[in-house]
């Protein structure tokens, strides 16, 4: 096990080019959006490594109201097709990781994602309920984590269609937040830490009489519980 141990750093220090490595990846991830340019309010952006895998990664959102499928509806049918295709679930879109890929596998996975985008339509595309109520204003947030807790301050902004936008300030930091609030359901998302301890929060929950709680989505870090109550 030592041996392997020091076989890997040697590797990781004198055996390989990771500014070349570096560039493969980021070619990849350009195969995959550009085949994904001119779909319908389609946007994808670069986003830079967290703890696990330190390699960029592709963000892929779009409006469900122009591009008529649902992230999980993709997400799933990429995950059942042939060849079997994983990617990263989020709210409002999906995030391709390169680092598990091997050369050729960016065209396969570009071609399939535009693919399913172009046909796959929800068979009763729900219009969004309209918000419950207004949750604009100031949030005392607390986060029960596996270990401790954690208290925050949560600036809320709605504008319309539900749409929330906003900040969350900790001792350390402000970061900026977006999601919405459908009926009373509501989802949030920000993102916490620096460059590779980075880590995105994402907040599901529900609006309870004139509290919001609900389950905290951390990645890789697993999840925690949240609830805020007006300040």
């Known amino acids: 096990?030592?041996?392997?141990?020091?076989?890997?750093?040697?590797?990781?220090?004198?055996?390989?080019?990771?500014?070349?490595?570096?560039?493969?990846?980021?070619?990849?991830?350009?195969?995959?959006?550009?085949?994904?340019?001119?779909l319908p309010s389609l946007i994808t952006s670069?986003?830079?490594?967290?703890?696990?895998?330190?390699?960029?990664?592709?963000a892929i959102t779009w409006d469900q109201a122009l591009l008529p499928c649902r992230p999980a509806d993709i997400h799933q049918a990429l995950w059942k097709g042939e060849p079997r295709i994983a990617m990263h679930l989020r709210p409002n879109g999906l995030l391709v990781m390169p680092y598990m890929m091997e050369p050729g596998e960016d065209a396969v996975?570009?071609?399939?994602?535009?693919?399913?985008?172009?046909?796959?339509?929800?068979?009763?595309?729900?219009?969004?309920?309209?918000?419950?109520?207004?949750?604009?204003?100031?949030?005392?947030?607390?986060?029960?984590?596996?270990?401790?807790?954690?208290r925050y301050q949560l600036e809320l902004r709605q504008g319309g269609n539900g749409v929330l936008n906003g900040s969350l300030n900790t001792p350390y930091a402000q970061t900026p937040i977006q999601g919405h609030i459908?009926?009373?359901?509501?989802?949030?998302?920000?993102?916490?830490?620096?460059?590779?301890?980075?880590?995105?929060?994402t907040f599901h929950g529900r609006l309870d009489g004139a509290a919001l709680q609900g389950d905290l989505d951390l990645g890789e870090f697993g999840h925690a519980t949240w609830r805020a109550q007006r300040c």
């Open 1 to 38: 096990e030592v041996m392997g141990l020091l076989a890997a750093v040697e590797a990781w220090v004198a055996g390989r080019d990771h500014a070349a490595e570096w560039k493969r990846w980021e070619g990849w991830l350009a195969t995959i959006a550009s085949a994904l340019a001119g």
């Open 46 to 58: 670069i986003e830079q490594p967290g703890v696990a895998n330190v390699a960029p990664t592709l």
């Open 109 to 150: 996975v570009a071609a399939r994602l535009r693919y399913l985008l172009e046909n796959t339509r929800c068979a009763a595309y729900p219009l969004p309920a309209p918000p419950a109520a207004d949750v604009s204003g100031a949030w005392q947030l607390e986060v029960d984590y596996v270990r401790g807790n954690g």
């Open 182 to 201: 459908e009926g009373t359901s509501v989802t949030f998302n920000t993102t916490l830490g620096y460059q590779s301890s980075s880590t995105t929060y």
